[in-house]
């Protein structure tokens, strides 16, 4: 395994440009369970219905216990290792973006400055009939007894600006994550299974535009053997260690 790491850190120290993939399992260590796992939000709600378009129009209190339950685990949660360790090797020049499929703000907590947020995130909020925006404060003490948050200026339903089922990924995310995909010569993917399209395609791009690709993921991926290097190993351990060796 320290072979391993010793060629992550070669490979790294070789790219001219780097970015990285991350998603659910970079933010288990802090306390988030990825969605789909057990534990995770998905086993104790439907996502077809709370985290849809659907759901969004036709039961809106069942999405806002859905999303007062997620903000509540993310106030709770900090940055954990394995995002401080990103922030360091973007600080010493040796990541240049972030493409997040997560909406729980960690990178950004973290002090990661150039993060694509491909899924949106819970940092605001806008009624989805009139658009009027809404501080991320006024949904702070917000109880079971106050949902669903309504507008107060048209009467339709409060969301964040994050990406629910049925809605288009953000042209600006795609347009930046492919800029940036197009330009890498090393993709790096953190704590994602590749299964969740379109992200799942960065690192591909990377690899047909003669980059290479480094996987740091617990367990079998949908990526397969497309990684030059794979580290089955938990991010908030080895990528501390690469920040070191590379820092």
Known sequence: MSNLIDQSADLWRSARSVVALTGAGISVPSGIPDFRSPGGLWSRFDANVVASTWGLENNPKAVWEFLLDALTMFEKAAPNPAHKALTRLE??????????????????????????????????????????????????GLTLADLPWMCEACGG??????????????????????????????????????????????PYQVKAGGGRVLEINLGPTSYGDLADVRLDLPAESCLPELADRLG
Do not use: K
């Open 91 to 140: 600080q010493v020049g040796r990541l240049d973006m972030v493409i997040t499929q997560n909406i729980d703000g960690l990178h950004q907590q973290a002090v990661t400055n150039n993060v694509i947020e491909f899924h949106g995130n819970c940092r605001g909020f806008y009624c989805n009939a009139c658009r009027r925006d809404y501080l991320a404060e006024a949904a702070q």
């Open 157 to 202: 339903v409060v969301r964040p600006s994050l990406v629910f089922f049925g809605e288009a990924i953000p042209q600006r995310a795609l347009v930046e994550s492919q800029r940036w995909s197009t330009q890498a010569d090393l993709a790096v993917i953190i704590g994602t299974s590749g299964d969740v399209a379109p992200a799942n395609i960065i």
